[in-house]
């Protein structure tokens, strides 16, 4: 099968001015991903699905990550010329900067006509609070629907022209976002036998240190 | 074979006339579920009736949805193991094996040999005790009650014995390791797989005696939930549900993982794709599953059973991501992970077969009556451990 | 006779008198002793409890012994309720309902540690931490899953609690007790949560003192 560089140049000869990057993925496994800018991304989808050395007729997983800020410290070597005339130094400075936040969703497409796979496609939101929408591939594999529905339901991206866009696993009138990273879940378990790490600090809300009752004099 | 160049996926949902209409009658609109004796678990669908035909057929998920995926990207990589079993419950040998494969990739460790054909056989076995249950259910579902689902359920215990001697559980086994399995097999356990797996052609044969040409559930079965291969493929469909519409991709072929080249089988398609078909299809299947056991039996090698780069605890593979997969008893199980370097997995992802099998129901359940409904969901074979995770 | 009165004969001397075709026995004795051995359960499987409950009914573990095996698809005709798996909140609306449509005297078993405490799922966000937060619940069975013998055990301890039941008087079961209707909040779909999150008159959080703070 085409690495996925190859794809990408074939895509972008098929598709002029579509934003297509490769997402090298460096781990062992090697699989390596497409990613796809909105405006394209199903008319892409739709070819990848049709043409005749891919024909990747089956999206067998779709899966959303959250992705929120994160802050990065780059630490890059500057030469500085020394004021006083001597040899330049060089000091490392460390740079802040924060990744933008999106919502991703990851399709993992195989050839069963073909036997070959697999090609990994990757769609993004602007952001992770209004610009939320990303194009639904559901008309171009049905098996995205439900599962489309269940990234929507749990991380909250919006597909446009999914054709039932609805709460999947959580009942309708459910106001969050379970899967992201920064959810908070009720805090309904009170009492755990024996509670570490975060049970334990919430056990610690409920429960706050009661005075021991004064032992039983012998 | 299949669709290429079609504009859309097919979508057969066709725009349903209001249900309050004077002139034709009223639709009726049944909820089925979540507590429901056909419905497998606390599966529920919306039907719309108009007398006795559906005309709208739409599932509802999310009554056993148990936060899986959540809780996998709050433990560790070894701490999910135990969870993967809970998801399909009657097969938690392949899901280990599955969530053991994606581990593997995306950390780089190799199981050997006999490790390897320790899990085929493990594997086989939970195919067999599967497809034979879920035909004892079907029948169920088809008003056959009682005798199929002991028949199915006697063979079941003697395979979870061989389960329970081997993990200490019967159903929730927890065997598989990155890089190999958790303890070996003795030369007495390989005795008794054996015999059991000699002696179920026997089973099967009975089994095939009461119900293969069974006039009446040939009536019901029959040109029942209709599915065309075109649809199957593009719809995500896996396992046996796919292969019963004459596709013939089974994983252990395609992607060849584990050992199974070595093996010696054949995958039975269907020529149909009804719920007859996919009764057969597993019929077949588990007799050809019986000749991998053999197979397995006979040339189990001697030999370490876990990788020696393999570490249980405090694994923290290299930063990526990788998808591996497997054949199930009920379609492709497979596990998305994406590692960031630290103990547990950032992104943790369950590719559920029979959630996604589900997709067509509506399609198939069309123009069919609610008896019809309940066996199709039945061939379709939906554990909801699995589907709602 | 009074139900707390001694017997006027030993067990003894009953067996023996039984032994020669006089058969003693009094109302209530007659009366739970015909309950417990009939007791039918709720065609009711959520999670992989359900499988063992569904092989405990089998031909190798034969609940019929205990004169169970007669599995109700219907609650207005079961006596049981066997939470057999993990309660989510999007399902316990529906259990607090089948319970409420189940006809008195009737008895609960929560089956497994998902049903008793959330078990290996209780954190997450979807599971429901124990059944008894809505209604009561008569027999607990740990293991995940439990073996059908777990099963069969707590009928059985289920049966004795039956016998022991008393018909009149202020130890008499729920139904028998005049200012108790029996029927048990059904709690609603909240934005973030179930609400109310537990039934206050049925289950209180555990009063506990912390052992780290000793």
């Not at chain 2, 209001?18 to 678990?41: A, I, K, R």
């Not at chain 3, 009366?31 to 039918?40: A, D």
Request: with cysteine; charged share 25%; aromatic share 8%.
């Amino acid at each position: 099968m085409e690495t996925a560089e190859q794809i990408r140049d074939r895509l972008l000869a098929r598709f002029p001015g579509a934003e297509i990057t490769v997402v090298t993925n460096p781990g062992l496994s090697a699989q390596h991903s497409l990613l796809l800018g909105s405006p394209h991304a199903r008319a892409i989808a739709q070819f990848l699905r049709d043409d005749p050395t891919l024909r990747l007729d089956q999206c067998s997983n779709v899966t959303g990550v959250d992705w929120p800020e994160k802050e990065i410290i780059d630490t890059v070597k500057v030469t500085v010329p020394d004021p006083a005339g001597g040899p330049p130094k060089v000091i490392e400075q460390k740079n802040k900067r924060l990744t933008p936040a999106y919502l991703e969703v990851v399709y993992h497409l195989y050839s069963i006509a073909l036997r070959h796979g697999p090609v990994v496609i990757r769609t993004r939101t602007g952001n992770r609070s209004d610009q939320v929408d990303v194009p639904s591939l559901t008309p171009v594999w049905r098996s995205c629907e439900f599962q489309e529905r269940e990234v929507f339901d749990l991380f909250g991206v919006s597909f446009s022209g999914h054709p039932d866009l609805r709460r999947i696993l959580m009942w309708d009138g459910f106001k969050d976002y379970p899967m992201r990273k920064d959810y908070v879940d009720p805090d309904d378990y009170e009492w755990e036998p024996t509670p570490h790490d975060e049970v334990l600090a919430r056990a610690k809300v409920h429960y706050p240190a009661t005075p021991a009752a004064p032992e039983p004099k012998a | 074979m299949l669709a290429s160049g079609s504009a859309a996926a097919p979508f057969s949902s066709a725009s349903v006339r209001p249900v309050h209409d004077e002139f034709h009658g009223d639709l009726l609109e049944v909820s089925m579920g979540p507590h429901h004796p056909s419905t497998h678990g606390v599966f529920r669908m919306m039907v719309t009736l108009d007398g006795e035909t559906i005309v709208r057929l739409k599932p509802v998920f999310g009554y056993l949805h148990r936060n899986h995926e959540k809780l996998g990207e709050n433990t560790t990589y070894l701490g999910s193991m135990p969870y993967t079993d809970r998801l399909d419950y009657l097969c938690s040998m392949t899901n280990n094996w599955a969530y053991a494969l994606a581990v593997e990739k995306l950390a780089g460790l190799v199981p050997p040999e006999r490790a390897e054909y320790i899990r085929i056989i493990l594997a086989e076995l939970t195919r067999l005790i599967n497809h034979s249950g879920l035909i004892g259910f079907l029948m169920q579902d088809t008003g056959c009650s009682g005798t199929p689902l002991m028949y199915a359920f006697r063979e079941r215990e003697k395979v979870l014995d061989l389960f329970e001697a081997l993990s200490g559980s019967r159903m929730m086994c927890n065997y598989q390791r990155f890089g190999g399995c958790r303890v070996d097999l003795t030369p007495a356990w390989v005795d008794s797989a054996r015999r059991l797996v000699d002696a179920f052609p026997r089973f099967l044969d009975e089994f095939e005696a009461l119900l293969t040409g069974n006039e009446i559930f040939m009536a019901r079965t029959q040109g029942v939930g209709r599915l065309s291969p075109e649809l199957a493929v593009n719809a995500g469909l896996t396992g046996p549900v796919l292969r019963a519409t004459g596709v013939g991709h089974d994983l252990r072929k395609v992607d060849a993982y584990g050992l199974y080249p070595r093996f010696d089988f054949r995958v039975p398609i269907g020529a149909h794709g009804d719920t007859y078909d996919r009764y057969m299809i597993r019929v077949l299947e588990m007799r050809e599953s019986v000749q991998i056991l053999q197979q397995a039996l006979r040339d189990l090698p001697a030999g370490p059973i876990m990788d020696p780069k393999a570490k249980l605890r405090g694994l923290r593979p290299k930063a990526g991501e990788a998808y591996g997969r497997i054949e199930g008893a009920k379609g492709e199980i497979g596990f998305f992970l994406i590692s960031d370097g630290s103990p547990n997995p950032y992104r943790y992802r369950i590719r559920p077969p029979s959630f996604i099998n589900l997709t067509v129901l509506e399609d198939l359940c069309l123009g069919h009556t609610v008896a019809d409904a309940v066996i199709i969901l039945g061939s379709i074979d939906i554990v909801l451990g699995e589907v709602d995770r | 006779m009074p139900e707390d009165a001694a017997p006027a004969l030993t067990t003894a001397e009953r067996d023996e008198l039984r032994r020669q075709g006089i058969l003693l026995t009094s109302i209530s004795e007659l009366y739970n002793w015909g309950r417990s051995n009939s007791v039918w359960p709720l065609n009711f499987g959520l999670a992989c409890c359900a499988i063992e409950m569904i092989a405990a009914s089998m031909a190798r573990f034969d609940i019929a012994r205990f004169g169970s095996e007669v599995f109700r698809p219907s609650p207005r005709q079961a006596d049981l309720l066997i939470v057999s798996g993990t309660v989510t909140k999007k399902m316990a609306p529906q259990v607090v309902r089948l319970w409420n449509q189940m006809p008195e005297p009737k008895y609960c078993i929560a089956m497994g540690a998902c049903a008793i405490s959330g078990g290996p799922f209780k954190q997450g966000y979807n599971v429901l931490k124990g059944i008894d937060r809505f209604i009561p619940v008569d027999i607990y069975i740990p293991g995940c899953p439990p073996r059908p013998e777990a099963l069969l055990h707590g009928l059985v301890e289920l049966q004795k609690k039956i016998r022991g039941e008393k018909l009149s008087g202020p130890g008499a079961p729920r139904h028998l007790q005049p200012d108790n209707d029996c029927t048990y909040p059904v709690p609603e779909f909240g934005e973030h949560d179930l609400e109310p999150p537990r039934n206050p008159a049925v289950w209180q959080p555990p009063i506990l003192t912390r052992p780290d703070k000793a």
